[in-house]
């Protein structure tokens, strides 16, 4: 059984940083891609980042281009989502999601519909 378990989330000044660790199970990191989606209450869930286990391919949105940096640890089955420089705009509650599904353009092209696996979500809250 595939399972996603996100941790890290927290309330934090603006300014400050997190580190959101998103660990799998019940499957390799050999081929996938790995997202990270966000949900601000009253907004629709939007793709942050996304990373091609294979490759290392990465993608981030441009709200958080410069700011947020997504890797793969292959070897413990994890994707950490580091966030620096936090505003207020960033607070959510962030999902970690994963596909085998055309990887190479899930994480290059990402979008809800192609991840099938998603983890249960960590808050995040920054503060003024």
């Known amino acids: 059984e595939v399972q996603l378990v996100e941790s890290g989330g927290g309330l934090v000044q603006a300014g400050g940083s997190l580190r959101l660790s998103c660990a799998a199970s019940?499957?390799?990191?050999?081929?996938?891609?790995i997202g990270w989606f966000r949900q601000a209450p009253g907004k629709e869930r939007e793709v942050v980042s996304c990373?091609?286990?294979?490759?290392?391919?990465?993608y981030y949105s441009e709200s958080v281009k410069g700011r947020f940096t997504i890797s793969s640890d292959n070897a413990k089955n994890t994707v950490y989502l580091q966030m620096n420089s936090l505003k207020p705009e960033d607070t959510a509650v962030y999902y970690c999601a994963a596909t085998n599904r055309f990887p190479a353009v899930a994480w290059r092209f990402p979008s809800k519909g192609a991840f099938d696996s998603w983890g249960q979500g960590t808050q995040v809250t920054v503060s003024s």
């Open positions: 990373i091609g286990t294979k490759d290392g391919g990465t």
């Open positions: 019940g499957f390799t990191f050999d081929d996938y891609a």
